[in-house]
Nanobody, 120 residues
């Protein structure tokens, strides 16, 4: 079972940048997809970005051109680079991973979430 630990959240002024990190530890074999989600205050959980084994990247329209996701060569850390931040980006950001534990079993693992607050 993989464990996900997030870091990089904090308070930033509008127009600034942050980079979130999500490090996988434990049994990382079989991870084939990472995602970043966010939940604004009082809002629903929203998919921000997703990346598969082949580094195929998909970014939500709401952050297109401002956010990008990457994964290191070892495959144990993923990043969410957030530029030109807006107050509407304020949310708790969550890392998520899909892991194939066996040919017939998929595990879904969530990080604890990290707060991003963007001020005017």
């Amino acid at each position: 079972q993989v464990q996900l630990v997030e870091s990089g959240g904090g308070l930033v002024q509008a127009g600034g940048s942050l980079r979130l990190s999500c490090t996988a530890s434990g049994s990382i074999t079989g991870i084939y997809n990472f995602d970043w989600y966010r939940r604004a205050p009082g809002g629903a959980r929203e998919l921000v970005a997703t990346m598969g084994d082949g580094a195929d990247l998909s970014v939500a329209d709401s952050v297109q051109g401002r956010f990008t996701m990457s994964r290191d060569n070892a495959g144990n850390t993923v990043y969410l680079q957030m530029n030109s931040l807006k107050p509407g980006d304020t949310a708790v950001y969550y890392c998520h991973a899909d892991q194939r534990a066996s040919p017939t079993q998929i595990l879904s693992q969530w990080g604890q979430g990290t707060q991003v607050t963007v001020s005017t």
